[in-house]
């Protein structure tokens, strides 16, 4: 059956889905974990990943997405594959990767730091070479980026993909799982949004599953703030397209932030009250038994943190109806987070469960497992 992974990263995302025909796909790779340290609750995300495709004996990573060109979406990614455009990162044990997934602005953003420098080297790489790449957008800036290296946007055409389309990688008939793409916006960038605002032109996608004759919808909302949140439900109302939103499992934004949720400056005393556009997604479109992945730290109980994840905003999150909220750092608890696999079969999705360390069971009552340790 397909599945999901998130991983306890701290702020910072990997989704590992593994689809019943044995593709695997990651969504971010954000590995944080301080080796030194022996201490450090994050998982060790490279060697996970490593070991996991040891086990299925897989080479190869299917697809690679980049969300978008910030630190915790794929910090230590150059370490594990095998790029493309340098003999430097193709020694011998690293991962290839058959297909890798950008937002536009990750090939036009000029300021990329370090290790981002690395993965938008192979970007551009692939996108120049025509294969083995999907760039989400179509800006105008995009054909003039092409055109200066001497190539025609209308040979790149089948590397594009837009908002408002299906990635063409795969359908539910073959792979019983398609992918509808809601972000980024070309015009965005066209109408003077720079780049460099790498969190506004991030990839949202809903996965849509099948399993016998069930589907499960998936929505994977990347770092998107409000306004680009809003922007995307107007959109698709008016398309009449409102199934698109639906979801049975959300990945949170933004690690729990409240700027996914209100304007700058909303976050509210002790819950965030979303745009009503922002509401309409999150509340409206949730199918019943949703599953909420926050993935970010354990949310704190008081104080008003500048960075997420808020109180604030979790407090939404955890009371939207007929859904359970799980944090990343805190499943099954504080003290001995675990990777949280969801299954997705004929019933829809569900939690695969995992013991509670002893820490943990000490409390007379076990809490929610989005709010537990």
């Known amino acids: 059956m397909p599945k999901l992974t998130f991983y306890p990263l701290d702020n910072a995302d990997c989704c590992l889905i593994d689809l019943d025909g ?3 796909l990651i969504f971010d790779f954000g590995d944080q974990r301080d080796l030194a340290n022996t201490f450090d609750l994050r998982v060790d995300l490279t060697q996970t990943i490593r070991d996991n495709f040891a086990a299925a004996k897989k080479d190869t990573v299917d697809v690679l997405v980049f969300t978008h060109l910030d630190r915790d979406h794929y910090n230590r990614a150059s370490a594990l594959f095998w790029l493309d455009h340098d003999k430097a990162y ?17 090939i036009l953003y000029d300021e990329c730091e370090d290790e981002g420098k690395v993965l938008q080297a192979e970007a551009r790489h692939r996108l120049i070479e025509g294969g083995g790449i999907r760039v989400f957008a179509l800006p105008n800036a995009l054909e003039d980026w092409l055109s200066k290296r001497g190539v025609k946007i209308a040979d790149r055409l089948s590397c594009i993909v837009d908002a408002g389309t299906i990635v063409p990688t795969f359908n539910l008939a073959t792979h019983g799982v398609e992918f509808f793409v809601h972000s980024p916006f070309g015009h965005r960038i066209d109408e003077g949004s720079p780049p460099e605002e790498r969190n506004a032109h991030a990839i949202m996608v809903q996965a849509t599953f099948m399993v ?7 929505l994977l909302a990347s770092d998107l703030h ?10 698709t109302e008016s398309h009449g397209r409102e199934e698109r939103l639906e979801w049975d499992v959300l990945k949170v934004p933004h690690h729990c932030s409240y700027r996914s949720l209100a304007e700058d400056g909303d976050k ?3 819950k965030t009250v979303p745009l009503a556009e922002v509401a309409w997604i999150f509340e409206d479109q949730a199918l019943p038994n949703g599953i909420v992945v926050c993935p970010s730290k354990p949310i704190p109980l008081s104080g008003d943190d500048v960075q997420p994840p808020h109180r604030q905003a979790a407090n939404y999150y955890d009371g939207l109806p007929d859904s359970e909220f799980v944090v990343t750092m805190q499943y099954p608890s504080k003290t001995a987070p675990k990777p949280l696999v969801i299954e997705i079969d004929h019933t829809k999705a569900r939690i695969e469960r995992v013991a ?3 820490s943990f069971l000490t409390g007379a009552t076990a809490p929610r497992a989005g709010r537990a340790g």
């Open 22 to 24: 044995g593709e695997k």
């Open 90 to 106: 193709q020694d011998e044990g690293r991962i290839r990767i058959k297909e890798l997934w950008v937002p536009a602005a990750a």
């Open 212 to 218: 016998g004759k069930e589907q499960t919808k998936v």
């Open 226 to 235: 409000a306004d680009a949140l809003k922007e995307i439900a107007q959109i």
């Open 268 to 270: 509210g005393v002790d």
């Open 356 to 358: 509670m360390s002893a």
